[in-house]
């Protein structure tokens, strides 16, 4: 159905709505009406922009009419306390539902796991019903409207948004807002010849426009998907395929396509999804001669998308996975002016990656730098701050940052796959390398963070370290000590808080066999899991210290996210740069964290005005006479 033929379903909807929903409508058109209107113009035109508006309202409305009180309720209480996502208490946890627990019931019946470590937002993996076979972990969706049968149903999902938000702890789910798979029905009717959906895509009759496009585009899967186009020859067309052949990329161009996503969307909202991870954002809009990623159309969709969320669904907020340079990065969390949202939060890339490189080297400066370098973003929106995730990393270090610390770039991402896969001499990682690319020379790495960091080297058979591993142990811990202090809502990735090793036997399972990410996604071990109370397992070493920090983090004013983040020189902290340093809230807060393999001494006078007292640390961590003294590896947050 497209846009032109439901002329008029906007009165039908707005009609159909009683004297609540009609008040609460015509407050969120007076607050998002106009963004929506003025995104929808800058991007399909001053002509075509009135219909599509139209439609995007009707869908709000028949929205809002369906919205279940509990989740009028969320949308009161978030109207309340606007910033609620920036606040301590927000921790996250990222699983896939199956790993975790088998299903969607299974995650249920683990709530109170999570609530052990103090979470407050789950994000579950994509859970919707993807194409059969290979399917990129999910993110080749089939059915928008389905989950994933082997989780569960919509109903069961709608009972776990339930279960969880009594327990205060919001579901955040993926939308894979970029592309569908080539098996759903949008893209199975373009195969059939229906005009109306083969114009969801993007379709070349010969090779000339493909090779035009590809001069300026990256690859992001080299070795298994080269190039951004697959033949398919059903349509007698090249289709943009940007990830996998079966990812067919959307042609937001067609207003259609967005109508029909923010469908999509809505009906999860209104299931309870509170947190929308909006995958993949950045290619979201093409241009020939430009890199086809973060283009203003991008934003302009996104920030139409979440004025019709603030109408229909006002109480849900958005997640930008963008996994671009700092400065497009921080664009997705718009201009900090409210009445033209974006994102709310978005993926901290850059963090992520800083910590890995300063985890090799030993040396803060780099971290330093390039994190002070960040554009600030809008006080009223938040980093997501991480360790790990489902992904590969790619060493995102720009080559000026690496200069004004006088390193090599290219030498130095060579290096950090080096070092990560274990072929630097002496390293400890664990890890594999991920699509190696011989035109770039670029590679990534995979693996789980307690393999990348030490912990399964110091485990190796003959060569168990008990030594290694209490150093292992304190940096993966101090790693998360930053994700839980510097800025933003720390997620845990499922397995972490205990340590999981690499999943060696990935590819047991044909359909991820040639994808080593899956190195890090491991089933949960629960077996595992139940040592956490055992203070002298490995288990119970990590998990006790999680909830430290959880528990510290919701204790301290200073950590909400309505207050800046300082960076300070390492050099100033300590001449040797291994120190990285920051202030929170003016002087309230201050955190320290040692990257050097020796003891570093610091003189807080050199660091704050104020007197601090030590709150969280590592054992070991001293504080005398102004001067803190951090074992290698260790961490310490002081307090005013
Ligand atoms: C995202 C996901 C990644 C996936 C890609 C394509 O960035 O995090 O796992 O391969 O998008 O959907
Ligand atoms: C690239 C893409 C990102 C994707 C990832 C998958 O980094 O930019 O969107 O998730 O590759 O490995």
Redesign the pocket.
Known sequence: MSGRQIAGALDVAVASLDDAARTRYDAGVADAGDDLREAIALVYGDAAAPGVVDELLALAALTLAERKPALQAVDARRAGDPQWFQHTRMIGYVAYADRFAGDLNGVGRHIDYLAELGVSYLHLMPLLQPRDGEN??G??VADYAAVDPRLGTMDDLASLADELRAKDISLCVDL?V??TAREHGWAQKAMAGDEHYRRFYFTFPDHTGPAEYERTLRE??PEWAPGNFSWVPTMDAWVWT???TF?WDLDYSNPDVLVAMTSALLHLANQGVEIFRL??VPFMWKELGTSCENLPQAHQLLRAMRAVARIAAPGVIFKA?A?VAPDDLVQYLGTGDPSRRECDIAYNNQLMVMLWSSIATRDARLMATSLARMTPKPDTTSWVTYVR???DIGWAVSDVDAAAVGWNGPAHRSFLSDFYSGAFAGSFGRGELFQVNPATNDSRISGSAASLIGIEAALDGDAADPVALARAIDRLVTAYAVAFSLGGIPLVYMGDEIGLRNDRAFADDLTHANDN?WLHRPAMDWVAAARRSDPGSLEGRLFGRFRSLAASRHRLAPLDDSTPTYVIDPEVVDPSGAVFCYRRGGSGFLALCNFAAEERVVDLRAVGERPFTLDEHTDGVTLDSGQVTLPPSAFAWLVD
């Open positions: 990129d972990g993110y080749a894979v970029n592309h992001v899967f940007t990830f996998n990812q995958d993949a996975e996994i995730c489902h992904d990410r």
